[in-house]
């Protein structure tokens, strides 16, 4: 467009021009006709006429003027003779000149019409080709770390196999899963397998055996369906069939009915997640089935997965869900393989011993690849097999288009292969590579495509209307010429003719010089005009490329500089703000660093977009990102520019906050961006001074700011201006109108827009906004109080993908920690595992005694090593074993998967606990007023100010697992419920802290499976370090019982005699007790960090555990209605709990600033409460009876309106 601009522009000055110097002429010519005559006139007046009549000419000089005159005369009129000639002849050169000026115009506007054309439709082809790349990526991206999710859930499975016969002392094939559908049904959702089963390989000679093992040992049946009803929404009413198994390993015979197995080797069904609906299917070998046969030496000498061709799994309905059930069989589905071995990784020796087999969905891998409103990508799934399937990804949704490549052969110039998908087997052996390229095993990729309706969203009837624009302005401008050049012609003719009559005159009376000299001036005062008005872009330009001003530009005097300042008007520009919705509350939860390490990495990001869309960064202020279009350099689209990089960046923000949370913690996924832009005018330039800064001016600046503080989480709220700019370029399918009256503060009312990137259920609000919401205004957390219940986002992650980074992020945090305790040992002399290593029995109690009895009220803590502590080596530098992280990933699942479903007590809160008490650790200080002279110095003075805690790497681990295992296994009731209902844990825990107790034992025991033998070689060496770690870890979790009135005077007491004035206990005995009760207060204040960080994440929390103790009065286990005490029991809890316990973590002076943030928190967050709890807590209650009635009603009357209760409070 700026192509044809600058065309036309040239076309018409060049007819300007010629024009102008006509008229140029005939006013020179004009003015010194009369200017010289005004001269004369005045002359004679007021000289006097009558001196001409004195009769003072002699006849001497009236005869030397008369042959003067006749002379002069005949020299005029040869002149008069050869300026006729040269007028003719210029004459003629003008209707020439006139001539190639018309034609030039039609040729420019042809030619500038084409351009037009072919810049404007590059442009959006170059956006769709740009944005296409982008979701290209996305996808590949995605696509990989899901399917490599699903892979690690049945590996994760297969290990747990193994580990269960290793701790059971089983030998396979006779290992059986009481609770198969624990641990499989969790593999199952976190690798989004529809139907997950193992098969063990019986040999001939055990058939008999297996046949009486298989029918003693077939209760799993009934134990997994109890499991799966209580917690998968799919089979919760399910009513299976009764029966027992056939302990006869069978198969189908010709006919189709069942006969003796005699396939080779044998591999029966034994368990299946979901459990089987009939019994029959149980002991179906299934090396009878064809793939079977194929693929199993090929996974048996690869060791490794192996996925088939995709196959009719319709079969599934009668057997493992109910034939009335809604499981969708339809679609490509394939089926995945994977070892089971009898020993660990990593061991000697180990054989293959049955199969992990799932149904592998491809429907489900296909979904959430794209974020919503990105639609008409075309995927084509192809295998090594010869098989294609297509799919259309329109957002969030993928949707089966049929079998075979379907796309559009148009698009094949843009086609896109990926195989980095987790299927390919270029990381497996060449026996494996060699079976996969013969067709035994397939190996698959993608191949994208673009298609019509993903381009139609890029392109638009702009090039064409603007190329008939143009066309059409040229003609009207080669018209307007015509025109003009005749009016000009007789008005030139009549000026001439004026100026032919006073020629004689007018040169023997007006010097030329002096003429010429005047206009000079004229025209040289047009261009310092000229040059001072391009001088100020020049500067901003300069400033901008060179980071700074000139050195000139600095010069200044007693008051002020003294060049002009460097700033301009921009009158066509649109401005953005962009801001991370929920960033100040995510962040009051994190530690600095990881704050800079998400707005880095967003940031950085933008700026790459920013580069590609040619957009200009103005600033970053907080979390919120300002940029332009229109300026430095103006560009006609500005507005559709910056629209375009805001979707491009929204897009990304929801692609990066997913990656980061497996690094940044909990609730990162959750962050999206909120957006406003404004077009208009904007003064723009530099504040020079010690630290200069470029910056932008005007009501176009506050009101792009209006739009972004009004908006909305994931939209882009445009103003009326920037509307009417996409409308006329061409883009009103980009935009809708907001359906809310928008009241921005010095505005008023205001109708705005969203631009059209994906619509967000619950995500709009009728009402007014305003804009005085501040840093944290989206709708969805400003109205804590509102009629209706908040719903899902736009790209909100499906529960099992969050799980599966919350267990990445917590591995991650723990490997940090076991790398220092390495670090730490090595420092000290001490290397790998000794000889005698601990085992359980090194600390195991007496007969009677509980998990509480082991309270102590001191742990002796390590002695500080002066010697260790010099030779300390970076954790960074050491490289756990492989066989470790892998056994850590997997315990971490493991504690996952025991987490209930609860809204409160789940694994998302223990993982928030377990941030809590990182950031902690990580804000340890040594007091501000010591000086160290070496880091051993400094670690010196730090052991002593911390009581030990931060030289001892194994008790900041203990810290943090008590932290992820403190809520394992909770019912979601609370213990003096589980004591009146008598329990069977009540009764063994002796009726107090029940839950807790019952956590330490079932983390402990996993802890010590000997699955996870080489995890414990890390953590611990001796018996000394695991009796510590063990004490750790019980004091910790204890440390959670706030309710317990006997523990917590104990621990009042503890508090008091241990921080004391002149306490009398020896040195080492007090600075334990310190480390031992700092530690305890550590882990409260963790477990209730959510009422010491910003106000929304309180609200947050306290809304789960006001659910769950709901659900628990609708449940019948508990006797009253938890919102009647509610808000006052919020006040109480901050007045005699939290606010005390924050004052405790500042008086013990270990948690520099963070002591100070958490108490100012705990106090702004109780004031907030009283002034707003009442209403919050109406509004919770009205949520929770909304959703329960709601799908009470849509479920049957009797024994399945419990079920649903269940999922109200499963959805809210």
């Not at 001939?204 to 109890?226: H, K, P």
């Not at 506050?702 to 509307?723: C, F, K, L, P, W």
């Not at 009603?1193 to 269940?1206: I, S």
Request: proline share 3%; glycine share 6%; aromatic share 8%.
């Amino acid at each position: 467009m700026n192509v044809a601009n600058a065309a036309a522009n040239a076309t018409v000055h060049a007819a300007s021009a010629t024009v102008n110097a006509t008229v140029n002429v005939a006013n020179v010519a004009m003015r010194a006709t009369l200017k010289p005559l005004a001269m004369v006139g005045q002359a004679l007046f007021t000289s006097g006429i009558g001196d001409f009549d004195s009769g003072m000419i002699s006849s001497d000089d009236e005869d030397s003027t008369v042959f003067d005159v006749e002379g002069e005369g005949r020299s005029r009129g040869v002149d008069a003779l050869t300026q006729t000639l040269m007028a003719k002849k210029e004459t003629r050169g003008v209707n020439i000149w006139r001539a190639l000026v018309l034609l030039s115009l039609l040729a420019a506007g042809a030619t500038t019409s084409v351009f037009a054309y072919k810049i404007l439709n590059d442009e959006a082809q170059e956006d769709f080709e740009y944005s296409y790349e982008l979701f290209v990526r996305t996808i590949e991206d995605v696509g990989a770390v899901q399917i490599m999710n699903g892979l690690r859930g049945c590996a994760s499975l297969a290990e747990q196999m193994a580990a269960n016969a290793l701790a059971n002392n089983e030998t396979f094939p006779f290992v059986t899963l009481q609770d198969f559908e624990l641990l499989g049904g969790h593999a199952r959702r976190l690798s989004r397998l529809d139907v997950l089963q193992y098969t063990p390989i019986v040999e001939e000679a055990d058939v008999e055996e297996w046949a009486n093992y298989s029918a003693l040992n077939q209760g799993w049946i009934e134990r997994s369906r109890e499991l799966a009803t209580g917690g998968d929404s799919l089979l919760i009413n399910t009513v299976y069939e009764g029966g027992n198994i056939n302990p006869d390993i069978w198969e189908r015979g010709e006919s189709g009915s069942p006969i003796r197995a005699v396939n080779q080797p044998l591999l029966p069904i034994w368990h299946i997640s979901p459990p089987p609906y009939s019994p029959s299917i149980i002991n179906f070998n299934m090396m009878s089935e064809l793939f079977i046969q194929r693929m199993f030496p090929v996974v048996q000498a690869a060791s490794s997965f192996g996925l088939s061709e995709v196959l009719d799994v319709s079969r599934l309905r009668s057997t493992v869900v109910s034939p009335d059930s809604e499981w969708d069989e339809s679609g490509p589905h394939s089926i995945l393989l994977v070892p089971v071995f009898d020993k660990l990784t990593g061991a000697e020796g180990r054989k293959m011993s049955g199969l992990i087999q799932g149904v592998f969905p491809w429907q489900k891998y296909l979904e959430n690849l794209l974020p919503n409103g990105v639609e008409g990508v075309m995927i084509v799934l192809e295998n090594s097999c010869g098989q294609a399937f297509t799919y259309i990804l329109n957002g969030a949704n993928a949707t089966y288009l049929g079998e075979g490549d379907l796309h559009d052969s148009d698009w094949n110039s843009m086609k896109e292969r990926l195989v980095n998908t987790g299927l390919g087997f270029s990381d497996f052996d060449e026996v494996h590579q060699e079976q996969a390229a013969s067709g035994l095993v397939c190996s698959y990729w993608f191949n994208v495509y673009p298609t019509n309706q993903l381009e139609s969203q890029y392109t638009s009837n702009l090039p064409i209307v603007v190329a008939c624009i143009v066309a059409g302005t040229f003609f009207l401008m080669a018209t307007t010429f015509f025109m003009y050049d005749r009016f000009v012609r007789k008005r030139n003719a009549k000026v001439v003719k004026a100026a032919t009559q006073s020629n004689k005159i007018v040169e023997s009376l007006f010097p030329s010089n002096v003429r010429d000299r005047l206009l000079a001036e004229e025209i040289e005062a047009e261009k310092r005009e000229v040059e001072q008005q391009q001088g100020t872009q020049t500067r901003l330009k300069n400033y901008l490329a060179n980071d700074g001003p000139a050195a000139g530009d600095m010069e200044t005097d007693d008051i002020m500089y003294k060049t002009q300042p460097i700033a301009d008007l921009f009158p066509e520009t649109s401005i953005l703000f962009a801001d991370i919705a929920g960033f100040t509350a995510w962040s009051s939860a994190r530690e600095p660093s990881q704050v800079f390490t998400l707005l880095e990495t967003v940031y950085r990001a933008f700026d790459e977009i920013a580069t590609r869309r040619r957009v200009f960064k103005v600033e970053t202020v907080g979390d919120c990102y300002v940029a332009a279009t229109g300026l430095p350099e103006p560009r006609i689209d500005h507005a559709v520019a910056m629209v375009r990089f805001a979707k491009d960046c929204m897009f990304k923000m929801q692609v990066l906050t997913r990656t980061l949370e497996v690094s940044l913690g909990p609730d990162t996924a959750d962050l999206a961006m909120r957006m406003g832009i404004h077009s208009g005018p904007v003064t723009a330039g530099v504040l020079r001074g010690e630290r200069s800064r470029f910056q932008l001016f005007g009501d176009t600046m506050n009101t792009a700011s209006r739009m972004e503080s009004t908006g909305i989480r994931e939209h882009i709220q445009i103003s009326q201006d920037t509307a009417d700019l996409l409308v006329a370029a061409g883009k009103n399918s980009w935009i809708r109108p907001r359906e809310d009256v928008v009241v921005a503060k010095g505005k008023g009312e205001m109708q705005t827009y969203f631009v059209q990137v994906g619509k967000s259920k619950g995500s709009e609000r009728t009402g007014t906004a305003t804009a005085s919401m501040g840093d944290e205004a989206d709708v969805s957390e400003v109205s804590e109080v509102s009629e209706e219940p908040l719903e899902e986002e736009v790209m909100k992650p499906t529960a099992s993908a969050k799980i599966a980074r919350l267990i990445d992020w917590n591995v991650d945090v723990l490997i940090r920690l076991l790398k220092t305790i390495v670090a730490h040992r090595r420092s000290k002399g001490e290397e790998k595992a000794r000889e005698a290593f601990p085992s359980e029995e090194d600390f195991s109690r007496s007969d009677g005694t509980t998990v509480l009895d082991e309270v102590v009220e001191q742990i002796a803590l390590p002695e500080f090593d002066q010697a260790a502590a010099k030779e300390q080596m970076s954790p960074d530098k050491v490289a756990l074993d492989a066989a470790t992280e892998t056994q850590l990933y997997e315990y971490v699942a493991a504690i996952a998967a025991m987490y209930r479903d609860n809204p409160f007590h789940n694994f998302e809160h223990a993982s928030h606990v377990t941030m809590s008490v990182s950031k902690l650790m990580s804000r340890i200080v040594a007091p501000s007023d010591l000086d160290f002279q070496s880091a051993a110095a400094k670690n010196a003075e730090l052991h002593d100010h911390t009581y030990g805690i931060t030289s001892d790497p194994l008790t900041q681990f203990a810290c943090v697992l008590s932290a992820l295992i403190h809520d394992v296994d909770h019912t979601g009731v609370p213990n003096t419920q589980l004591v009146k209902e008598n329990t069977r844990i009540a009764a063994y825990y002796g009726g107090r802290s029940v839950a807790e107790q019952n956590s330490v034992d079932v983390a402990w025991d996993l802890l010590f499976d000997d699955h996870y033998e080489k995890l414990r070689q890390t953590i611990y060496t001796t018996k000394e370090e695991l009796q510590r770690f063990r004490k750790l870890v019980v004091n910790s979790v204890m440390a959670t019982d706030i309710m317990d009135k006997e523990l917590k005077a104990l621990r009042n007491a503890r508090w008091d005699r241990a921080f004391a004035e002149g306490a009398m206990d020896g040195y080492l005995s007090t600075v334990n007790r310190k480390a031992t009760i700092v530690i305890e207060h550590l882990i409260q204040a963790s477990d209730v960090a959510h009422t010491m960080q910003h106000w929304h994440v309180y609200l947050k929390w306290n809304r789960n555990f006001f659910f769950e103790c709901y659900q628990a009065y609708l449940d019948g286990r508990a006797k009253t209605d938890p919102s009647l005490g509610w808000y006052k029991g919020e006040i109480g809890f901050f007045d005699f709990y939290i606010i005390p316990l924050a004052k405790k973590l500042k008086k013990c002076g270990v948690f520099g600033v963070s002591s100070d943030e958490y108490l100012n928190y705990a106090l702004t967050n109780r004031q907030e409460w009283e002034n707003r709890g009442q209403e919050v807590v109406e509004e919770m209650k009205r949520a929770v009876l909304s959703q329960t009635n709601a799908l009470v009603k849509e479920t049957q009357e009797g024994p399945l309106a419990r079920a649903a209760e269940h999922n109200a409070f499963t959805s809210i």
